[in-house]
C-alpha cells in the first residue's frame, strides 16, 4: 500500500508536466519582454515564475536546453500556488536544462613561478570551490591530495606543526580541517593569522556536537600560498584579486571553462503552517555549483553528535506536497536538499546526487517544538522539570514526507558528519529504494527519537563510515527526554517513569527488507538510547546488528552475514526482543547483565557460537544449523527451500533482490556491494579460520571463495570479515580482500602470512599486496601499524 502511494504521488507529477492546461517556456536566447509562448520564451525563470501567477489549473515552465545561472535563489512562496492550481518547473522534453549558482571566469593566464600560472579577476568576486572543465580542483593543501587516502584525502600530523607554519608568510584565510579525536565526525577552522609567538590563530570548530578535541595525527590545511605546489591545485589571493593555478599534465588551461560558485542556495520553497507553499513539482533538472558552507552558523541538533547549517541547494521551509523529481544534483558544496521545520507529504524521488559537499537529503524540525530539549551530550533538564506530556509542542516539523528511488554516492567531500539522508526532529518519513554509498559517516542517520514514526525499506546502504569510526551503514542515537549522561540517573528516571521513555520516541519506527553492509562498523547500529524500532527481513553483508542501551526493539528475521549480535549495556527492563535470526559467530555483549524479554529461536551456523548464547542464559530454543543459501555469488541470500528447521523454527524467507533504485536510469548507473561468501560456505568443518589483527582469516582454497573474490587461481590469504573494529588493519583491509604479497615475501596461504610478519621490518613503511575489486592494489602500512601487527 505504501509503495502504491509512493508511485501515485509520482504519476501524478508526470501527468501534470505532460498534460498542463496552461505552459509557460524559458529559454537562454529568449527576452523576458516576449510573451513565453513556445516561439516566443522568456529570458528568466523568475519572469516565468511570476507570469504564472495569472493562471490556474495545471501549469508547466518548461526550460529549454541551456544553463541557467542565477545570481540569486528562486524562491517560490504561498503566492506561487493558488487553491486548484499544480505549477511544474521541468526541462523541455528531451532537453537538457541546467541550473547554476556559479559564474564562468574569463582569465588572462600569464607564467608565475614554474608551472603555475596566475590571472587577475575582474571583478573581484569571493572564490571558496573552483570547477574546471566540469571537475572540481583542489586548494592548495598539505598534505597534497591523495584519492587514495582514507580521511580528507591525505591528513598528517604536521600539518599544524611550528616548522611548517613557520614557513607559511600570511596563512590568513587558510583552513585547518581536523577529524574529532575519537573519528566522530569533523572539525573546521578558518585561519586568522599568527599570535606573536607564531602559534595560528583559529575562529571555528562548531561542526561537531561533541567537543571532546581534534585529533593529533587526522587534519589537513588548505588556501595556504607556499602549499601551491601539485598539479590540480589553487590559490586565491583575495586582497589582490589574483587567481593561481597550477594546471595537470598536459591541460590546456586556455581550452578549460572554469566556474566558481557564488550562492549557497537555488531554489528556495518559503511557506509556514499557516501560508504554505502547495503542490509545486520541480522536475527533470540539472542543479550544480552552490558554495561551501561549513564556515555558516550552525545548530546542534539536541544531543546529538551533530550540528548543521540549515540550508542546502534546494530548501523546503513550509511546504505541502512539493516534490524534487527525476533531478540530477552534483559539484555542490554544502547540503544538497533541506526540509526544514513545517513541511508535509512533499517527495523526494528519482533524483542523481553525487560530489556533494554535506549531507544528500536532511529533514530537521524546529526545536520550539520538542518538549524539555537539550543540545549537548552532557547536557539535561532536571527530572523535575521535565514535561510529562507525550510528543511535539507544535506542528513545526517534517512529516508524513518520502524519499523513493534516489541514487546518492561520493556525498561528504568537505564535511564529515553528514548523511545520506539525516532525520533529525520529524516524523514518519517513508526512505525506500534509495542505493547509498561512497560515505564518510552513516548513509542513513536518524538523530534522536523526536518522534518516530518512520519507514526504512528496500535500500542499499554500502561503502559507509569510510573516514570516521564507531558508527554504521545506518546509524541512530535517542538521546531523549528520558536519557542522561549518568547512567545511575538514567536508571532511576526509567525505574520511577518509565512512560518517559516512549514520551518522544512514541510512533516506532521500522527498518525492514534493506541490505547493509559496512565494512569499517555496524550494519545496523542503534546507539545511544534509541528505542521503539522494530526490525526484520535486512540482509546484514559485514557488520551485523548492534543495539546499545535503549527500550522496545524487536529485531527479528534478519540474515547476519559472518557477523552476529552487538548488545550493549542493556537497561534491566528494556522489553527487547532478538527472536529468528540467522547468526554466524558468537554475540558479543558488552556490559550485559539483562538480556531483554525474550533472545531466542535463533538459527546459528555453528556449535560454539550457540554454545557461547547459552552460557548466557539464551537461545534455549534455539538451533545449530547448516544454512543453504540458493545463489550468494549473485546476491541471493534466499534460504534453499529444504531447510525445513529454519522454516520450523519460524524464520521466514524474504526477497534478497529488490534493494536499492528502481528507475531503468538510475538502475544503470548504480553500483551494488560486494557479496559477501558465508562462512557456511567456506568449506568443509575442518577449514581453518584464524582471528589475526581483529579479522577473520583462512587460506584461499575453494572454488566459492575464488568466485567471491574473483582470484583466478586459489592462493593467498583470504579474509573473511572483521571481529573488532579498532584493528590496526581497519583503514586498509575489508571483507573479500585476498592479500597476496606483505613487503617483500609472497603470502600464498596463512604460514607465508605469519613468516612473513616475522622478517618485516618494524621501522619502516611496507606496501601490501590486496586483491580488491577484481584487481590487484598496492597499500601502503606505515610503520606504526607495521609495529602494531608485530608486536
Not at 543495539?547 to 529485531?555: A, Q, S
Amino acid at each position: 500500500m505504501k509503495n502504491a502511494v509512493i508511485l501515485l504521488f509520482i504519476l501524478i507529477g508526470n501527468i501534470c508536466c505532460s498534460s498542463a492546461q496552461v505552459a509557460y517556456y524559458v529559454a537562454p536566447y529568449g527576452n523576458d519582454k516576449n510573451n513565453g509562448d513556445i516561439d516566443a520564451p522568456f529570458l528568466s525563470i523568475e519572469k516565468a515564475k511570476d507570469r504564472a501567477h495569472e493562471a490556474k489549473g495545471e501549469i508547466a515552465i518548461y526550460l529549454r536546453e541551456g544553463e541557467y545561472r542565477l545570481d540569486k535563489p528562486l524562491i517560490f512562496t504561498q503566492e506561487d500556488c493558488k487553491d486548484n492550481t499544480h505549477v511544474t518547473l521541468c526541462s523541455y522534453p528531451g532537453e537538457k536544462a541546467v541550473i547554476s549558482g556559479g559564474v564562468v571566469l574569463s582569465p588572462d593566464w600569464h607564467p608565475y613561478r614554474g608551472a603555475i600560472m596566475k590571472t587577475a579577476i575582474k571583478p573581484a568576486i569571493p572564490i571558496d570551490m573552483l570547477i574546471a572543465g566540469g571537475n572540481i580542483r583542489h586548494m592548495a593543501r598539505y598534505p597534497d591530495f591523495d584519492p587514495k587516502a582514507i580521511r580528507f584525502n591525505g591528513t598528517s600530523a604536521d600539518a599544524t606543526s611550528a616548522e611548517r607554519v613557520k614557513s607559511w608568510k600570511n596563512p590568513a584565510g587558510g583552513y585547518l580541517h581536523a577529524m574529532h579525536v575519537s573519528d566522530w565526525g569533523d572539525f573546521h577552522y578558518r585561519i586568522t593569522g599568527k599570535d606573536q609567538n607564531g602559534d595560528l590563530l583559529l575562529e571555528g570548530g562548531w561542526q561537531n556536537n561533541r567537543q571532546s578535541g581534534l585529533h593529533h595525527g587526522n587534519r589537513m590545511v588548505e588556501n595556504i600560498f607556499e602549499e601551491l605546489d601539485s598539479p590540480g591545485e589553487w590559490f586565491y589571493d583575495s586582497s589582490e584579486s589574483i587567481l593561481y593555478y597550477y594546471p595537470l599534465p598536459d591541460e590546456d588551461i586556455n581550452d578549460l571553462k572554469f566556474e566558481v560558485p557564488q550562492l549557497k542556495h537555488l531554489i528556495e520553497f518559503r511557506g509556514t503552517e499557516q501560508d504554505p507553499v502547495k503542490n509545486i513539482t520541480v522536475k527533470g533538472i540539472e542543479f550544480t555549483l552552490t558554495a561551501r558552507t561549513f564556515m555558516e552558523e550552525y545548530e546542534p541538533l539536541l544531543r546529538s553528535d551533530w550540528t548543521i547549517y540549515r540550508g542546502g541547494a534546494i530548501l523546503f521551509e513550509g511546504t505541502e506536497n512539493c516534490n524534487l523529481q527525476e533531478c540530477y544534483l552534483h559539484n555542490l558544496g554544502g547540503n544538497a536538499v533541506f526540509f526544514s521545520d513545517y513541511n508535509r507529504n512533499s517527495t523526494i524521488s528519482g533524483s542523481h546526487f553525487t560530489r556533494i559537499g554535506a549531507s544528500a537529503i536532511c529533514f530537521v524540525g524546529n526545536p520550539e517544538a520538542v518538549r524539555s530539549p537539550s543540545f549537548e551530550y552532557n547536557r539535561f533538564v532536571p527530572l523535575a522539570q521535565i514535561e510529562r506530556e507525550q510528543g511535539p509542542k507544535s506542528n513545526d516539523y517534517p512529516a508524513h514526507c518520502t524519499v523513493y528511488d534516489n541514487l546518492i554516492h561520493d556525498i561528504g567531500l568537505y564535511e564529515k558528519q553528514i548523511s545520506g539522508v539525516e532525520l533529525s526532529m520529524c516524523r514518519s518519513v517513508t526512505i525506500s529504494h534509495n542505493s547509498i554509498y561512497d560515505t564518510p559517516r552513516a548513509g542513513i542517520n536518524i538523530s534522536e527519537g523526536t518522534w518516530g514514526g518512520h519507514i526504512i525499506e528496500y535500500n542499499d546502504v554500502f561503502n559507509t563510515v569510510k573516514e570516521t569510526g564507531d558508527h554504521g551503514s545506518f546509524n541512530s542515537w535517542g538521546r531523549d527526554r528520558f536519557w542522561h549522561p549518568d547512567r545511575g540517573v538514567m536508571d532511576s528516571i526509567v525505574s520511577r517513569e518509565p512512560s518517559l521513555i516512549l514520551a518522544d520516541a512514541f510512533a516506532t519506527t521500522i527498518i525492514r527488507n534493506n541490505r547493509f553492509r559496512c565494512d569499517r562498523g555496524w550494519d545496523i547500529d542503534l546507539d545511544d538510547g534509541s528505542s521503539n524500532y522494530h526490525i526484520y527481513n535486512n540482509l546484514c553483508l559485514n557488520g551485523g546488528i548492534k543495539l546499545r542501551e535503549g527500550f522496545y526493539r524487536v529485531v527479528e528475521n534478519n540474515i547476519l552475514i559472518n557477523n552476529t549480535f552487538h548488545p550493549h549495556v542493556w537497561f534491566k527492563n528494556s522489553g527487547d526482543i532478538f527472536v529468528r535470526n540467522i547468526v554466524m559467530s558468537p554475540y558479543q555483549p558488552i556490559g550485559i547483565h539483562y538480556w531483554g524479554t525474550e533472545t531466542d529461536y535463533n538459527i546459528f551456523t555453528d556449535s560454539l557460537s550457540y554454545k557461547s548464547a547459552r552460557r548466557n542464559n539464551t537461545d534455549k530454543n534455539s538451533i545449530v544449523c547448516y544454512v543453504d543459501f540458493q545463489d550468494t555469488g549473485k546476491g541471493n541470500y534466499r534460504i534453499s527451500n529444504d531447510s525445513e528447521n529454519l522454516f520450523r523454527l519460524g524464520f521466514q524467507n524474504f526477497d534478497t533482490d529488490r534493494f536499492g533504485v528502481v528507475s531503468p536510469h538510475l538502475k544503470s548507473l548504480a553500483q551494488t556491494p560486494p557479496m559477501s561468501l558465508p562462512v557456511t560456505k567456506l568449506g568443509h568443518a575442518e577449514t581453518e579460520i584464524v582471528e589475526w589483527q581483529g579479522w577473520h582469516i583462512k587460506n584461499l582454497e575453494t572454488l566459492g571463495e575464488r568466485s567471491a573474490t574473483g582470484m583466478d587461481s586459489e592462493s593467498g590469504v583470504y579474509v573473511v570479515t572483521s571481529v573488532s573494529f579498532d584493528s590496526p588493519l581497519r583503514d586498509f583491509l575489508r571483507a573479500n580482500d585476498v592479500i597476496l604479497k606483505l613487503g617483500d615475501e609472497p603470502v600464498n596461504s596463512l604460514n607465508d602470512l605469519f613468516e612473513a610478519i616475522k622478517k618485516i621490518n618494524s621501522e619502516t613503511n611496507h606496501e601490501m599486496i590486496i586483491f580488491r575489486n577484481q584487481r590487484q592494489n598496492i597499500v601502503v602500512l606505515p610503520a606504526n601499524t607495521i609495529k602494531a601487527i608485530t608486536r
